[in-house]
Every structure is written in structure tokens, then in C-alpha cells.
């Protein structure tokens, strides 16, 4: 008996993950969202490149409360507003955007954030790499770490040294499990 309750408790379980996977996910040519956890969305989207064809760049989304952080633009500006449009009629207001590191597919879309208002956060460091070039600068530097707000969490930005660029960062989500 309880066996069976188990298996049913799993099955459960599997279609209400699945269920929830469907509601939020989006696709289109150009651009698809899925979810990874409850607050946590990872944006794809495409980048045609010269020496290794067209690529798929990822970037995440935070989720709390009604409030999102983007990591990493979507590759251009037409798909960044893609994205925010969906993240808009989802009730989700965006609350900043993050720039890993100074390559387009962090930064590709950044002049369609400032358009809407939504401010963006870099590393010192990527600020200085884009400085000499044509491209949208993130608008807030820091050094080494810093947190932002979303909804009544935090996301955390740290530098911990160069790996796929010197000045690339990574972004995470802590959450205690209560
Ligand atoms: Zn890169």
C-alpha cells in the first residue's frame, strides 16, 4: 500500500513539474524561455557568428515577487524586447540587467534595456573593455562583488577571477531552503 502511495506521490510530482515547465515556457525563432526552478528561467537566444556559425547564447532570469533580474541581454535589441515583452504581459516588471562579461551575447541587446529605463550592472573591468568600442556601456561598475535587490531576495554578482574573459563575473541566486 504505502508503496503505491509513493508511486503516486511521484507521478504526481513529475506532472505537476511538467505542467508548471509548460506554462512558462516561450519559443519562437528567435527566442525561448524555460524554466529551471521556481524562480529561476534560463533566455536563449541566437547569434550568428563568422567562425563558428549560429550559436546559441544563454543567459538567466530571477524571478521574485512580480520583479526580475536578466543576466546576460539576449543577442540583439529587436529579441531584448522580446524578451521583455513576454516577461511585461507575465506581470513581471524587470528590474535590472546584468552584463557577465563585454561579448555581444551579454551585451547585445543593452541599448533596448536603457530605452525602457531598466538600469544595468557590469563589472568595472567589462565597462572599460567596451569603453573603445561601438556598444551600448552598462550604466553601473562594480569591483570584486555586489548584491541587487528582487522582490524580497537577492541576487548575488561576484568577480572570481578571468576564466572565458578576464573581466567575466558570474551571477547567482541564493536561496535558503526553509
Ligand atoms: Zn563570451
Known sequence: MQKKLFSLLIVLLVLSC????KQMAYKTDSLEIGALTEHTYQHTSF????SFGNVACNGMIVVNNGE???FDTPTNNKVSSELIDWLT????TVKAVVATHFHDDCVGGLKTFHEKGIPSYANQETIRLLAGKEAEIP???????TEL????KKVVLDFMGAGHTNDNIIGYFPRTIS
Open 89 to 92: 504581459a507575465q506581470d513581471i
Open 18 to 21: 511538467k505542467t508548471k515547465e
Open 139 to 145: 550604466q553601473n561598475g562594480f569591483t570584486d562583488f
Open 149 to 152: 535587490r528582487v522582490g524580497s
Open 47 to 50: 547569434l550568428e557568428t563568422e
Open 68 to 70: 526580475a533580474i536578466v
